[in-house]
């Protein structure tokens, strides 16, 4: 059975604790989960070539997750890309990253290499790369207007991304159909609107897996540990794990 091969490229929340990069992960070294800020360093110090990530998949327009796309675009545009990259993001959310990205750097988003961009919303498969991804809606911010988690099935293995998230349906739908569940982790015992924490919900979203399905915390808060569950792992800063 081929392994779930995962490298982040940073595990952090959005306030970066401890000097946390923030969150993001390659799957197979070539499918980018989120474009943190610092996705290009983070690539650069793992000596993984940028132009060799062939898909980006986003789960929602905060900062910490997308603001990395930019840096990405204008290396893409400027070292020698050719082979085009697909961006997978939540419907309603193209126009508004597309503009931050020109703001950042104007023309970054001309893309001779090619940019395909695909829509994502719950209920609708999208292929890329290898991957059946299927979107997952889940309950983060209200304010944007889409949220998503994802089953991704790749290499015959069946992997879960939360996104930010509440303890919801979706990512409890997430944790029962994963053999691999990658789950933000925001804060040790807060009891956030938006988030789900260590000590009251990632029990039971734990107790929601198969008993041998391995759970990947991120997105983390301070003080982040195991909290004793079993197959369950902290995700550290440019470590790439093989499940
Ligand atoms: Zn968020």
């Known amino acids: 059975m081929a392994s779930v091969d995962l490298t982040f490229l940073g595990t952090g929340n959005a306030f970066a604790p401890g000097g946390l990069c923030w969150n993001g992960f390659l799957l197979d070294g070539r499918h980018m989960f989120e474009a943190p800020p610092q996705a290009l360093q983070s690539l650069n110090r793992l000596d993984v070539d940028p132009n060799s990530v062939e898909t980006v998949v986003l789960s929602h327009q905060h900062g910490d997750h997308f603001l990395g796309l930019p840096f990405l675009l204008l290396h893409w545009e400027h070292m020698g890309r050719t082979a085009p990259v697909r961006i997978i993001a939540p419907l309603g959310t193209r126009e508004s990253m597309l503009r931050a990205c020109e703001l950042a750097f104007p023309d970054v988003t001309a893309g001779q290499y090619g940019i ?105 808060g301070p003080n982040i540990d195991t909290n004793g569950l079993p197959h369950t792992r902290v995700a550290e800063d440019l470590v790439r794990y093989a499940l």
């Open 116 to 220: 395909e961009w695909a829509d994502a919303e719950a209920g609708r498969s999208v292929g890329a790369g290898g991957m059946t991804i299927e979107p997952v809606e889940v309950n983060h911010d209200p304010k944007l207007e889409r949220c998503l988690g994802y089953h991704v099935q790749y290499g015959g293995r069946r992997l879960g991304y939360t996104g930010d998230s509440t303890l919801c349906d979706g990512v409890l739908d997430l944790a029962r159909g994963a053999e691999v569940l990658v789950s933000e982790c925001a804060s040790r015992d807060m009891q956030l609107p938006v988030h789900m924490n260590l000590v009251d919900d990632i029990p039971v979203l734990r107790g929601a897996m198969q008993v041998t399905s391995e759970l990947v915390l991120t997105h983390l």
